[in-house]
Structures are given as C-alpha cells and as structure tokens.
C-alpha cells in the first residue's frame, strides 16, 4: 500500500537548492542525503591518520613493480556518471601495490576486493575531517565518493571504483581503474598493474603522501598522467569532455543549460541514446572528474551555481 506524503515548500526549495549546487535530480539527491546519513551515523570517532601510513611511498617497495599487463581502457563510451572523483584511483592503486608479492605478482579480485573493503571505511572518515577542517565546498570534498562499512555503499565503491568481474555477455571486468587502463587482470586472474598504471602510482600524491593540510586531491604530474590516458586512448570520454568544456565557454555554465547541451548530443534518439533520468548523472559524474583534473571550477551565489573553465581548459580549446 502507497501513500501519498506533502513536503513544505520550504523543504522543497532546500532540496532544489542543494540538488542544484551538485548537479543532481532531486531523486539522485535524495538518495545520496540518506546515504550520508546512514554512513555518518558513527563518524563521531577520530580517524588516526596513520592509517594512510602504509600506503605512502616511503613504505612501499618500488622493486615489486616488476610485472605488468596490456591495458584495455574504455573505448565504448563515457564514463560512467557514479565516477565523480579522482582520488579513489589513487587510493586503489596504492592499495595494489601494498599486496604484490616479492615476484611483484598481484592478488586475485576476490583478494583484492576484500582488502579495500576492510580498509576503506577508516580512510573516508578522516578525509571526511580533513574535508571539514578545510572547510571545503560540496564539490571539492575528497571523502564523498568513499564509502564507510554500510555494504551497499561499499559494494558500490568497488563496482564502479575498484574492479568488478566480467558478467554474462561481457567481454571484461569493469571498475575505473580497469577502464582507465591503469590495472588489468592476467590470465591466472591476478590484479596487475599496466605501465600507465605503475607511473600513476609511483608518483606522490598531495593527500597519502604529503599532508592533509590543505591541496588538490590529484598532484598536477598524476592529473597530467590521466588527461593523457583519456585523450590517447578513451576517444569518447574526450569526446564528451570537450563537449562539456566548448558548452561552458560559449555560455553553456549552468546546470540547465549545460544539460540542454548535453542533451541535443547525447540524449534520446541520439548515438548515445542516454535517457532523460540517465543524462543529469552523466552531467554529474563528468563535471566531477573535469574539476579533479583541474578543467573547471564551480561558482556558488546564493543557491545558484555556475562553471567556468580553467587555463588548462582553455589550452585543450586552443
């Protein structure tokens, strides 16, 4: 039996602002709300931030990079809209690199899903206070796209951000750090590292390795090392970025008006053929990775929110 419930106004407006200012439905931004509710509810506890210790270069042994595999990054189209920060690359890679073996062969997916399921719920509550000393605004906090130990969230986290294995009917496994082409699997069904992985992680990240006093969440030689992954290698994510990026210099800077974009291209009847409740996560999720990769930032007046394009986007135009 369903019942039909009436919400203030007030509360309608608050939930249109915020839904706003991260480019979401109001559906999308109801459901992450509950979200964070669910897995803040025991972030009362300090996070030591020694946990990040053994994920530091300093204690990694770098003679263990020693294998790698041929990559197999996305071509089939964008990314993903649930991919909506960078940092969790960093976080996967350095996790793959704690488990090589002395050979520098790396864990099964089973394996390696576990660990990062046993470890990451820590790591978000401390990014969550560092975002919070900070002060960092909705779209710039790194602790968002980690989850805490409530399983769905996590399962999620591993399927979009980690790796995830080959279904019926699909050829390969999926997960960010697969569709970036940074990890790939052997045929034993071990996790390793491709070369454009190991040079991502190898080098020094501003948040694992330096401190968590301030900074992006991607240094500019690791958002470099991504930019270049994606134009040589993901036409149609690039594709879909410049897209974004000419919508935004030519007056395309606001949620409305960007999905209208988008929408002439991508939308129903279109190659792409998204769906009109798939569209504003795509919005979502590309403006997300533009603004870790340092292309745009987000301008907040009132409940209003903007973007504009950074010099680096400007070169890629030019």
């Not at 480019?23 to 996070?47: P, R």
């Not at 020694?50 to 790698?68: A, C, F, Y």
């Not at 996305?74 to 990314?79: F, K, N, R, S, Y």
Request: with cysteine; hydrophobic share 35%.
């Amino acid at each position: 039996m369903e019942a039909t419930v009436s919400l203030p106004s007030s509360l309608v407006e608050r939930l249109m602002s915020g839904a706003n200012e991260l480019d979401l439905s109001i559906s999308q931004y109801c459901q992450l709300l509950l979200e964070n509710h669910l897995q803040d509810e025991d972030n009362t506890i300090v996070a030591d931030p020694s946990i990040l210790d053994p994920l530091k270069l300093v204690n990694l042994q770098e003679n263990r990079l020693n294998l790698t595999i041929s990559a197999n990054p996305l071509t089939d189209g964008a990314l993903s809209g649930h991919i909506n920060r960078l940092l969790p690359l960093k976080y996967g890679c350095r996790i793959l690199w704690s488990m090589l073996d002395e050979q520098g062969s790396g864990p099964t997916i089973h394996d390696f899903r576990t660990a990062i399921r046993v470890g990451v719920a820590p790591v978000r509550m401390l990014l969550k206070q560092f975002d919070e000393h900070q002060g960092r605004e909705r779209g710039s906090r790194t602790h968002s796209s980690f989850p805490n130990g409530e399983r769905a969230a996590t399962n999620r986290f591993l399927n979009h951000y980690m790796i995830r294995r080959a279904r019926a009917g699909e050829t390969n496994p999926s997960g960010a750090l697969y569709d970036f082409g940074l990890i790939g699997v052997d045929d034993s069904g071990r996790v390793q590292f491709t070369d454009a992985g190991i040079r991502f992680v190898k080098e020094p990240n501003p948040i694992i390795d330096k401190s968590l006093e301030g900074g992006p969440s991607l240094s500019p030689t690791e958002r470099a090392l991504i930019v270049s992954l994606v134009r040589n290698n993901m036409n149609n994510e690039w594709a879909y970025m410049r897209h974004i990026i000419d919508g935004i210099h030519i007056g395309s800077n606001t949620p409305s008006s960007l999905l209208s974009r988008i929408h002439r291209r991508y939308g129903p009847g279109t190659k792409a053929n998204w769906s009109e409740s798939v569209m504003p996560h795509m919005r979502s999720g590309v403006l997300g990775r533009m603004q870790a990769l340092g292309f745009i930032e987000r301008i907040f007046t009132a409940n209003r929110v903007e973007y504009s394009i950074t010099p680096a986007a400007i070169h890629i135009l030019d």
